[in-house]
Structures are given as structure tokens and as C-alpha cells.
């Protein structure tokens, strides 16, 4: 039976056999055990999580427990002492690239006895399989033209079309934008985004988000993830906005601005200042490679490299923070750029070690120990300047 329920850009075929895997981790979900939901904390791990964990809780009567991991925590350990405290029997990660570390994710099965579907769209560093585990990766690497990106919320999309779940289009614009996909579909942005509200004359997609509530939403769930108290108030409120009570983007607004505002606030005023200040330096710089230096919390890294990127599509852009005696490295590069950061890591591994790296062509990321960084930073430029 078909299970393909496609009416947007973002659900292509390749989700129907994700839809079939999914099924089939269901299956086995009714006969046993308990379940942990893993995300990634950021809006494309958060959408996701809402909708998966509102189906198992509401479909399938399980009572999940929930776990985000930040880009800053992908050694994993943390994760790994979690769910040995939880003893779950089955585990779902969404926009969490566990499948790039084959060892850590053969011994969270092992430590748990349990099954683990996956579903990622970051690129595969390696084709190894693990017993165990289900995953779903549907973006294509490279993708050939004409493709698109297939992020978590698009899984979550195709999840909310066949349980008959509101999936309103002020959460499809927002979760587009936050996760950097509105490029690959512009017409259908323009036309998704009109249905919103009104689009100025000559007014960019872009600048359309960053005015917008929407843009508000954004800051709000970044400063919700830079939280270390672990909260999952994100997807809880998501839930009662978008899939139970009111079915609109002010009650989710509203929800976080009580809890985050003051955060989301200082965090957008350091993301102004730097970028002030890095453009100095961007305008300055001879090569393609410019590093820079950031003091404050990981938050801040990805946007500051992600409007950089944006002033200077040639050239490859790394922000870094010190965390623990961890270099945590984000790189961006234009989306349209030939360099595959995700290659381009790949290589400088070869002679640097790193305690993980992953991502997309454009947008990716390294934790490399402080003993390393200065090697990896000379090893990095080489290639990228070759």
C-alpha cells in the first residue's frame, strides 16, 4: 500500500520508504519496551520532535522521554550517561548525525538492548551499517540539480499527512527559514510566505524572516537551546500552538517570549555587535579561509558564520568557541560555493585528529581538542587556500 503523501516541495519520494521504516519500528514499538526521543536542539530537531512525540503519546499510548544534544555535546558522552540511566529498549534520533559515529551508536545499543531509527540529513562520512538501527537519511549526496535538502521537519510533514495532524504554513515558512532551506524553493517560499502575510515590493525572502515574527520565533528557540537546564519547553509549547489548542503562531510566540525574551535579546544584540566587528576582518582578509574567535555561547557561533557566509559567498567562514578543552568549529561556505565543507573536513582528518565533524555541503561543524586546534586550523587553511 502506498504511504506517499506528497504536497509540498520538501516531501519528495524518498520519504515513502522512511514512512515504511517508520512503520516498521512501530510495529515493534507496540510489542515491547520504552522509548527515548533524541533531537538535535535546534528548530529542525525541535518541529520534528513535537510531532513524533505527539504521535507515540497520542497514537501509540508510549510515554517517551526526551533528550536534546547540542552541536557542542556531539562526543556524545553526555547522551551515552543519559540513556544508561534511562535503560530505554528503543531510541529515535532525529537531526542527530549518531549514524557518523558507528562505535558510539553500537555501544548505546548495546548499554540500552535496544532498536534505534534514525532519521538525518546530514551528509554520511561512512556507508557502515550497525545491527540495530533503522536509518533514514534521504538527502542525496551531491545533490544533482534540480534536488533538495530533506530535513527533519519535512519527515515530521509527511508524518503529520498520514495521522491527519495540523502542520499549519506559519510553522512550514518559520522551520524552512531557521534551517537555511528557503533558498532551494524559492518560488514555493514566495508563494508560502504571501499566504502569511504581505510581501513588500522588491523586499527579499530573507529580509521578509528577519522582520517577521517568524524571525522573533527563531531567536526565541536559539536562546531556548543555548539553556542548560535541558528543558524541552520548545516542544512543548510547539505542541499546544500548533497540534492541540490554538494552531497559531502567537501562542508559540507568546510562550517563549515569557521564558526566553530577555535571553533571545542579549544573544541578538552579541550576534549584531560581532558581525560589526568581523566585517572589518572579512573585507580584509587575502584568502578564502577566515577564522574567527567567539567568547561567548555556542548560540552565537552558527548565525555570526551563517551572515558572514552570506557578505562573502566565496570564501569559507569558521567561528569558533573554547567549551571544556573542546574547539567547537562552525564553517559555512555559499550555498552555491564548489567546496564541500563536509569533504573538506573529511580531509583534514586524515592527518589532525578530531573528536567529530559532520553537516552539509555549505554548513558544518568540527569539536576538535584545544591540543589540536592550532594543527587543525594550519592543516585546514592549506587545503582550503590549495
Known amino acids: 500500500m502506498s504511504v506517499s503523501v506528497r504536497s509540498t516541495p520538501f516531501e519528495t519520494p524518498s520519504l515513502d520508504q522512511c514512512l515504511l521504516d517508520w512503520r516498521r519500528f512501530c510495529n515493534g514499538l507496540r510489542r515491547e519496551g520504552s522509548v527515548a526521543i533524541v533531537y538535535h536542539g535546534d528548530a529542525d530537531g525541535a518541529v520534528a520532535a513535537s510531532v513524533v512525540d505527539h504521535i507515540l ?31 530505554t529498549t528503543r531510541m529515535i534520533f532525529l537531526d542527530v548525525a549518531i549514524e557518523n559515529e558507528p562505535s558510539m551508536l553500537a555501544c548505546l545499543l548495546a548499554a540500552t538492548q535496544g532498536t534505534a531509527f534514525i532519521f538525518d540529513h546530514h551528509l554520511v562520512r561512512q556507508d557502515t551499517a550497525v545491527e540495530g538501527a533503522i536509518l533514514a537519511n534521504p538527502t542525496p549526496n551531491p545533490l544533482r540539480p534540480g534536488e533538495i535538502p530533506v530535513p527533519s521537519f519535512a519527515f515530521a510533514l509527511a508524518l503529520s499527512r498520514t495521522c491527519r495532524l495540523s502542520f499549519p504554513d506559519w510553522l512550514l515558512a518559520y522551520v524552512s527559514f531557521a534551517e537555511g532551506v528557503d533558498s532551494f524553493v524559492e518560488p514555493f517560499m514566495r508563494h508560502l510566505v504571501s499566504s502569511i502575510a504581505p510581501l513588500g515590493a522588491g523586499q527579499s525572502l530573507r529580509d521578509w524572516y528577519r522582520r517577521s515574527r517568524l524571525g522573533r520565533v527563531g531567536s526565541l528557540v ?14 512543548r509549547l510547539m505542541q ?28 541578538a544584540r552579541v550576534i549584531t555587535q560581532l558581525v560589526s566587528h568581523y566585517e572589518q576582518d572579512l573585507s580584509t582578509a587575502s584568502g578564502r579561509l577566515v577564522a574567527l574567535p567567539i567568547n561567548d555561547v555556542h548560540a552565537v557561533a552558527g548565525p555570526v558564520a551563517s551572515i558572514l557566509r552570506g557578505k562573502a559567498p566565496d570564501k ?71
Open 57 to 87: 503519546t497520542q497514537h501509540l499510548k508510549q510515554q517517551p522521554a526526551l533528550y536534546w544534544v547540542g552541536t557542542d555535546e556531539y562526543d556524545f558522552g553526555e547522551l551515552q550517561r543519559w540513556l544508561q540511566r534511562y535503560k
Open 222 to 235: 536559539r536562546a531556548a537551546f543555548s539553556d542548560n537546564a535541558k528543558t524541552h519547553e520548545v516542544v
Open 240 to 267: 499546544t500552538s500548533i497540534l492541540e489548542e490554538h494552531n497559531s503562531c502567537e501562542a508559540l510566540l507568546n510562550g517563549l517570549e515569557s521564558r526566553f525574551g530577555p535571553s533571545a535579546d542579549r544573544i
Open 316 to 386: 569559507v567562514i569558521l567561528t569558533s568557541i573554547r567549551k571544556n578543552g573542546i574547539i567547537v568549529c562552525e564553517l559555512r561556505t555559499g550555498v552555491k560555493s564548489e567546496t564541500n565543507l563536509v569533504e573538506l573536513l573529511k580531509r583534514v582528518a586524515e592527518s589532525v585528529p578530531m573528536v567529530n565533524f559532520g553537516g552539509h555541503a555549505s554548513a558544518a561543524g568540527a569539536l576538535v581538542a584545544q591540543a589540536d586546534f592550532d594543527l587543525f586550523l594550519l592543516t585546514l587553511r592549506s587545503i582550503v587556500e590549495r
